[in-house]
């Protein structure tokens, strides 16, 4: 089992910039993948960005140029920095980690964050 705690979350004006973090409970040289997701209000989750195990990164076309995701091995943490912020980033952000293994591949949500872009 994988604990992930996610913070950072708040609201900030629009243009403005947020960084989120994601704690996990292992160490995350174990995990395949971490990344995260949001979902806005009537809408479905997303894919926002995601690091795969030797440090490839995908955006989504929405947040390129704007949201960098990185990680810090020796915390067992992942970031979001988010910069340039628009009302549209709204949603309630979430962690998640992918671990494989012979057995298959489990996948880990955390509780998530809310993030709220409005002047």
């Known amino acids: 089992q994988v604990q992930l705690v996610e913070s950072g979350g708040g609201l900030v004006q629009p243009g403005g910039s947020l960084r989120l973090s994601c704690a996990a409970s292992?160490?995350?040289?174990?995990?395949?993948?971490m990344g995260w997701y949001r979902q806005a209000p009537g809408k479905q989750r997303e894919l926002v960005a995601t690091?795969?195990?030797?440090?490839?990164?995908k955006y989504a076309d929405s947040v390129k140029g704007r949201f960098t995701i990185s990680r810090d091995n020796a915390k067992n943490t992942v970031y979001l920095q988010m910069n340039s912020l628009k009302p549209e980033d709204t949603a309630v952000y979430y962690c998640?980690?992918?671990?494989?293994?012979?057995?298959?591949?489990?996948?880990?949500w955390g509780q998530g964050t809310q993030v709220t872009v409005s002047s």
């Open positions: 690091i795969i195990g030797g440090g490839s990164r």
């Open positions: 998640n980690a992918e671990r494989r293994a012979p057995g298959g591949t489990s996948s880990y």
């Open positions: 292992i160490s995350i040289f174990n995990l395949y993948a």
